[in-house]
Structure formats: C-alpha cells, structure tokens
C-alpha cells in the first residue's frame, strides 16, 4: 500500500523526526488536544482578539487528562491557567478537526502520529511540508483498512467510513503492534528498480 503524506514544516522546531516504534492502537472521531506552543503562541492570540474564535473553531478548554474531561468557560482567569499548564485545550471531533477523522497511535516521546486531515487540497502539492511533525495520509480509510484486516471486528471499509462519520470517539486496540519505521531520503530506489531524487527540506544530507 502506497500512499501520499504531508510532513512536518522544514523550520527546526516542526520537522517530522526520523523514528522507529509500534503502531497500537487507532482512534475514531478523534479530539484535537493542541500542543501547547500552538495553543499559547498560535492560537490564544486569535482568542484574546475575538470571544467567538472558540467556539467557530470547535474549540474548548478543559482541565485534566482523557476524552472524558469537562470543558470550562474561557474566561480571562482560565486562559491564564492555560498559560499556566493548568488547563489544556483541544477541538471537539468533527469535519473540521485538524486531525480529520482517524488517527494512528505510535506513542513516541515526540507525539508524532498518523492521522487524517480536512485540508485534502494540499495532496495536490508538489512538496508537502505542511504539518507541525505529525503526518496526514492521503487515504486514511485504506490505510485503516490495510491495519485492521487481522484484527477481530470484521473492520471493513464500509464499517470504517461509518465508524469515521459516526458520533462516539472511540478507540480500537490493534491486538499486534506493527513495527512503523519513518525515514528520511533524498535518493529512493522503488521497488520496480526506478530512482528517485528529492530536495534536501530538511538539510539532513548536509549534516551526514
């Protein structure tokens, strides 16, 4: 299964990192919980400057861990705690998640995963670095497919796109780990024996 990606931005702090660890498990309808440099450098501005940014863009605040934590208001004293770290913020499931509506779970000590997106138009790009390190899919619902054709449920693609247009956040263990190795080339030799050249975005090649 082949698939295009989009990739971390090239500016240090937002390149997708070189990496192995286990996929375990893939959740539906997932939250957006927003790092906390977007939140408090990229995002709290544009609450701040306008009282209804939240709420059109999905958005809550909430206190504690888990999917299950209860949102607050956004008042001036609760920004301050998310400032803080007391409060974190996150954007509900749906359409407009900027995790779309699935997402592959390899905890890693970067909190890089994979997951889908809203913003399909950029698969259209040439280069696509894009992303903040996590990695958007072109086809999520074959690449879920492709992850849990082993695993009990009879997960097919029908039950998949239903479970991604439901209404309940859930999360689906995989009962085996997959080995995920991500890498980085600049020179790839396909399968079929053809070669292939990319720009350097990342300024690895330098480095070695």
């Known amino acids: 299964l082949k698939l295009d990606v989009i990739?971390?931005?090239?500016?240090?702090?937002?390149?997708t990192p070189v990496?192995?660890?286990?996929?375990?498990?893939?959740?539906?309808?997932?939250?957006?919980?927003?790092?906390?440099?977007?939140?408090?450098?990229?995002?709290?501005?544009?609450?701040?400057?306008?009282?209804?940014?939240?709420?059109k863009q999905n958005l809550e605040l909430v206190r504690g861990p888990g999917d299950d934590a209860k949102p607050v208001p956004p008042t001036q004293e609760n920004l301050a705690a998310l400032v803080a770290g007391t409060l974190r913020l996150r954007q509900r499931p749906g359409n407009d998640n900027a995790l779309g509506l699935i997402k592959f779970m390899?905890?890693?000590?970067?909190?890089?995963?994979?997951?889908?997106?809203?913003?399909?138009?950029?698969?259209?790009?040439?280069?696509?670095?894009?992303?903040?390190?996590c990695i958007r899919v072109s086809d999520p619902v074959a690449l879920a497919e492709h992850v849990l054709k082993d695993q009990p449920g009879?997960?097919?693609?029908?039950?998949?796109?239903?479970?991604?247009?439901?209404?309940?956040?859930?999360?689906?263990?995989?009962?085996?780990?997959?080995?995920?190795?991500?890498?980085?080339?600049?020179?790839?030799?396909?399968?079929?024996g053809q070669v292939f050249f990319f720009d350097d975005v990342y300024g690895h090649d330098a480095r070695l």
């Open 19 to 55: 990496f192995s660890e286990e996929m375990r498990y893939l959740v539906f309808r997932p939250y957006w919980d927003v790092p906390y440099s977007i939140a408090t450098r990229e995002l709290l501005p544009e609450i701040r400057k306008n009282p209804s940014y939240m709420d």
């Open 7 to 15: 990739v971390g931005k090239a500016f240090p702090n937002t390149r």
């Open 106 to 133: 390899l905890p890693n000590e970067y909190n890089v995963y994979l997951h889908s997106t809203p913003a399909k138009g950029l698969f259209r790009e040439a280069r696509r670095a894009f992303s903040h390190g």
């Open 154 to 192: 009879d997960w097919t693609r029908e039950k998949i796109e239903a479970a991604m247009n439901g209404t309940e956040t859930f999360r689906v263990p995989l009962s085996k780990p997959i080995p995920v190795y991500i890498l980085y080339g600049t020179a790839i030799v396909s399968e079929a």
